[in-house]
Structures are given as structure tokens and as C-alpha cells.
């Protein structure tokens, strides 16, 4: 088995996280991780990497490298951005599909491949942690796992598990 932790990008304000961003990234680091990880990944926007570096630390594994996977970021944000507020607040994938179902499906099997390169690159038994955005993280999982997870808050994720190819989602403990 192979496994993802999938998590969304602390409080924000632009590309950097604000002083309760750093303190909810500290909090995670100490009571939400499930280390050793083989890997720690970042959509390369600055709040996610800024977070991956907290939470590697708080790991006690400095010594890994941090990938930035462009391909885990959208590159039509403000598409998402205006069909998530169409949709509502709080909506889901689905919600946002009605919206915009070209957007969703077409993103959510771009970002679904590069997640899936991400696991396919673990070791056998490895885990990655890895740091982005909403919805385009539940868009992933969904053109990874075919499962539709409910919105994501900052901080919060889902474990990513692969057996054999066939994958499977549940909410981080």
C-alpha cells in the first residue's frame, strides 16, 4: 500500500499564510501527523509550501526535499474561484460541476494525473504529504479515486490509500 495525506493550505492572506495560518500549521504539525513520510509535496504556490515546510519540520524531517508539483495547481484559479461562488458557499465538487462541468471534468483528470504520478513515485508502504488548495484538491481525488469528498476547510485533508492500483479515501484522523 501507498498513502497520500491530502490536505488543504492553512488561513491566508494572498500567496503567504497569516500569523493564524502559522500557528494552525504549527497545531497540525503537532497533533495531525502520521510520520515517517517519503515524501512532502507543494503545488508550488507559496501557502503551500510555505505549510509543507512547517509540517516537515514539525515531522523532524528537514532533511527531505520539498517537490513542487505544478500540476496539483490550477492554472484557471479564477474559473474555479467564480464557478465555487456560483455554487454557494460550502458547495461541493458536485455543486460546482453543475456550474461549470467542462471545468470540472477536464481539471479534475489533469489533477488527478499528477496526483497519481505522485503516488506512483512512493516506495511500497510510503506516504507523502501533500499541501494545496480547494476544490481543486477534492477535483484530484475525484479524477484519481472517481470519489467526490466534501469541501475541505484550511488545514483539514483526506488519507489517500492505493492497494494494487485501486484507490480509496477517508477523512485524516
Not at 38 to 55: D, E, H, K, Y
Not at 148 to 164: F, H, I, T
Request: avoid cysteine; hydrophobic fraction near 40%; glycine fraction near 10%.
Amino acid at each position: 500500500m501507498r498513502y497520500v495525506e491530502l490536505r488543504r493550505h492553512t488561513d491566508n492572506d494572498g500567496d503567504r499564510l497569516t500569523a493564524q495560518g502559522i500557528a494552525d500549521a504549527e497545531r497540525i504539525g503537532r497533533d495531525g501527523l502520521h510520520p515517517p513520510y517519503a515524501a512532502f509535496v507543494s503545488t508550488g504556490a507559496q501557502r503551500a509550501t510555505q505549510m509543507v515546510a512547517i509540517l516537515r519540520h514539525a515531522a523532524g524531517q528537514d532533511d527531505v526535499e520539498i517537490t513542487e508539483v505544478a500540476g496539483l495547481r490550477s492554472s484557471v484559479e479564477d474559473r474555479w474561484r467564480t464557478a465555487a461562488t456560483a455554487a454557494g458557499k460550502g458547495a461541493d465538487l458536485e455543486a460546482v460541476r453543475r456550474i461549470d462541468p467542462d471545468l470540472v471534468d477536464r481539471e479534475s483528470w489533469l489533477l488527478g494525473s499528477s496526483l497519481r504520478r505522485v503516488v506512483e513515485a512512493l516506495p511500497e508502504g510510503g506516504r507523502a504529504l501533500v499541501v494545496g488548495h480547494s476544490p481543486t484538491n477534492e477535483a484530484a481525488v475525484f479524477g484519481l479515486a472517481g470519489e467526490v469528498v466534501p469541501p475541505l476547510g484550511k488545514g483539514d485533508g483526506v488519507l489517500l490509500e492505493e492497494e494494487a492500483g485501486k484507490y480509496s479515501v477517508r477523512p485524516l484522523d
